[in-house]
């Protein structure tokens, strides 16, 4: 080997860049110091989703059971959050709370995810007349008031926790699959893909193998505030009484608070208070990322 | 030496439509290739020469249908390939292969060499995993990658240029192709490597004699002479001369072929001194519009009235075919 | 024909599919969900003889396409069925709503426009530690559920200050007229119209950050500053109006956004719109002003949408030639 190989090598060899998700976290860790916005989110949503592992061992009282205190006793020690009106304990069902924002959010967005893929990567990878129509589908499903749609969907199909997380992915994939689409019109022109079916791969293997992998980063920033939608939309749903009695949810709480705001404030303001900080830390952690990933909109 | 043509090409044209069809106008053409046919044998190899633009490329990717052509006929060992549907088009590709002319670009940048070149083989042939690795192994030892372990688990953009040039001809030559086509092989990597990608090429080239056909394409006759015997010079989608490259350099027919030649630098000043310069005059003409007649007239030091009326074709003179009237009565 | 008259025309050609494709949308649902559809379609009435007289009425017995020619028939009528816990066909229950809903989202894409298109150009125009400071905000304000911090909002300036009054959209029990009225309607309108505001004035002021930079990167703004025209100026006036066109463009295709908006806001506020009504309705499981709500506001969403095109392409010809 030539000394300048020997030496290629040795800069290849950089131990943790071999692998893709440890360069991740490398570009990640470098994202922090650039980017404050990035780490605040991040920061946030550690928390967050530390506290929602850790409910049970931090909560003295059973999620959703009632008249483990005096109905609307306002924050106190012992319920630093309050109590509601059936005698719940509201700093209890709070970090249920949000075990299921998060599940919502992150179930959700994974079913968008895998609908909005599908029908970007065909409308992208095959184009003609399939692209057409599927681009005016999209457009369409994207005007489409999506919060509306999922309301229908869930007060008709039943108001069950599947059903919800059902529901908020199937009327949130346009918009990915408006993104993959882009993505794989501009991949698929690149030289090595016109390289792969000349060594005759498969459809099927260059859209996974070879296009796929290269379309993923741009939509994880996407995916994120995706998620955060998808949070939204389900304490919205909660708000308006469309939510699954038998699971804790912050959106839920804030529609019993509202029949007693003169009364009883902590019953609104705890879990808004923890809804708006999820979602803070998710947008602040999605801009940061597409901030960080467009070195245009970084330079300045 | 076999005799028996291993490609036979059979004016082959492509035409890129231009802009949008206006109803009740006719659509405009470029003419990216142009009538071109021409045969190679077994062990042959031949050379494509052109500037840029002169659909080169083009031609090679119609005659690998990585682009559908507009008219003509390829038959590789008999078959015709522009009647193959899509199914056996595919099993059919790594029979006839190319390399590319940037190799960065033409490598995924996210996979490992191992599986850039290892899915040739799990597309292509039912053996395993751990075979599949050991034929891996092999072709980056043919290549010159060694010891090919340490470049199995490597991506293309931890390679030098001339080590990703190398990779993609292992996964040209995977599955022993019968026709090898080189699209510009050297001209993305630094000088210093050239050399030594054009020897790895005359290597896999004598190795196979008994079974491959080689199509170099490039602006360079000088590299095409090293690898080839003959070669065809391309102007605008149309082909000027063939013959051999050797005799096309001592002494070119066409002036267009004499313009190229005469831009080859020589070593030997007292050569160069006398050697017939032709200076390279005006720009290639559009596309869109080319000029009637000869294409070339516009650029021709030679030209006449007849030039400028209707195409002249392919004759024979002396050992080559040329398309120009000087030669022509 | 004019350029414009087709732009036009090929406009409501790809927009009017749009309201089919909500109303099939709408039927297929109906039709997929589990149970009898005639519970979705009456509502959960307990009379037995009932249900089945509404069954035959709707054609639920037919085969399914003569049950969809049927439903877009009476759609398009502007038939959506008939709310029989309210006794009122279900039209005239949200069409009657549809004016509160819009004075609200009115004043609040009014009053965020404003704001946002001020706090926006001086973010753009400043830079540093004014940009640093706005753009955090808008991601707070964007974060932030509106329907808690309408919650927020009522909680401090109607209970706790009683400055404000705690919902509704008149004060009950006075028979206010004229400027009375007005004023009347305008103090109950504050509170939900600001919660609203805020949530758009993020949007807003984003959306204008971005334009008014873009533009101010233009060489009619170094031509506008040699010939030494003040900054605040330039800005204002020269980057600002160029930068406008977009704004209200995203504004206009946000009404969908600011509608939904709407609906949680009224809630809070019990405004009486299409979001009250809503809200009763999902209470009372009337669901066919709830399918109503969905179509009307698709409606709604679209037309808005369909318009700004249109203005868009009044506003800057070359949008029409695509």
Known sequence: MTNMNRQRTAYAGIGPLKIVGLQLLYKTSKAFKVNPRFTAGFIILLVVVILAIVAPLITWYPPLKTLVGKPFTPPVALHPFGVDDLGRDIYTNVLYGIRTSLTVGVSSVIISLAIGILIGVVAGYYGGILEDALMRITDMALIIPQFLLALVIVAIFGQNFQNIIIAIGIVSWPGIARMMRAEFLSIKERPFIEAARAVGLTDVRIIFEEILPNAIPAIIPYAVLQINTAILVEAGLGFLGIADPNVPSLGLMLNTAQQYLVRAWWMAFFPGLVLSIIVIGLNLLGDGLIEYLNPRLRKR | ?329 | MSPLLVFIIRRLIQYIPMILAVIIVTFLLVRLAPGDPTYILVGEVGDESFVRAARERLGLDKPLYEQFVIYISNVFRGDLGYSYLRSEPVAKLIVERIPATLLLVLTAMFISALIGIIAGTIAAAKKGAADLTLSTLSIVGISIPYFWLGQIILIIFAVWLGVFPLGGMISVGHEYQGLQYFIDVIYHLTLPAMTLAIFNIAFTTKITRGSVLEALTQDYILTARAKGIPESRVVFRHALRNALIPVVTYTGFNTGVLLVGAILTETVFAWPGMGSLLYDSIRLRDYPVVLGIFIYGSIIVILANLLVDILYGILDPRIRLR
Not at chain 2, 174 to 185: C, R, S, T, V
Not at chain 2, 188 to 204: H, N, T
């Open chain 2, 1 to 329: 030496m076999g005799t028996h043509p291993l490609l036979k090409v059979e004016n082959v044209k492509k035409y890129f439509p231009v802009g949008r069809a206006v109803f009740g106008r006719s659509k405009q053409y470029v003419k990216a290739v142009d009538d071109v046919s021409f045969t190679i044998d077994v062990g042959g190899s031949l050379g494509i020469v052109g500037e840029s633009g002169s659909g080169k490329t083009t031609l090679a990717k119609v005659i690998l249908r990585l682009l559908e052509p507009t008219s003509g006929k390829v038959y590789l060992d008999g078959v015709d390939l522009f009647s193959l549907n899509n199914k056996e088009l595919r099993k059919l590709r790594p029979k006839m292969q190319m390399i590319f002319q940037d190799p960065m670009a033409s490598l995924n940048p996210r996979r490992k060499i191992m599986h850039i070149i290892g899915q040739v083989f799990k597309t292509h042939t039912s053996i395993g995993d751990v075979e599949i690795r050991e034929r891996v192994v092999d072709l980056l030892e043919k290549v010159g990658l060694t010891p090919p372990e340490l470049f199995l688990d490597r991506y293309p953009h931890e390679l030098s240029g001339g080590q990703r040039q190398r990779v993609c001809i292992a996964r040209a030559i995977a599955l022993n192709p019968k026709l090898l086509i080189a699209d510009e092989p050297v001209s993305a990597l630094d000088v210093s490597v050239r050399g030594q990608i054009v020897k790895l090429l005359l290597e896999i080239y004598e190795k196979h004699i008994d079974e491959i056909a080689y199509i170099v394409i490039s602006h360079d006759i000088a590299l095409i002479k090293s690898l080839c015997k003959d070669t065809l010079v391309m102007y605008l989608g149309r082909v000027v001369e063939k013959g051999e490259v050797r005799r096309i350099i001592e002494e070119p027919l066409h002036p267009y072929s004499q313009m190229l030649i005469s831009s080859i630098p020589v070593p030997d000043p007292e050569i160069a001194r006398n050697r017939k310069r032709i200076p390279i005059g005006g720009e290639i003409p559009s596309l869109i519009n080319p000029p009637k007649g000869c294409y070339f007239h516009p650029r021709c030091p030679y030209v006449m009235d007849r030039c400028r009326e209707k195409t002249p074709s392919l004759i024979n003179v002396d050992d080559r075919l040329v398309s120009c009237y000087l030669y022509s009565e």
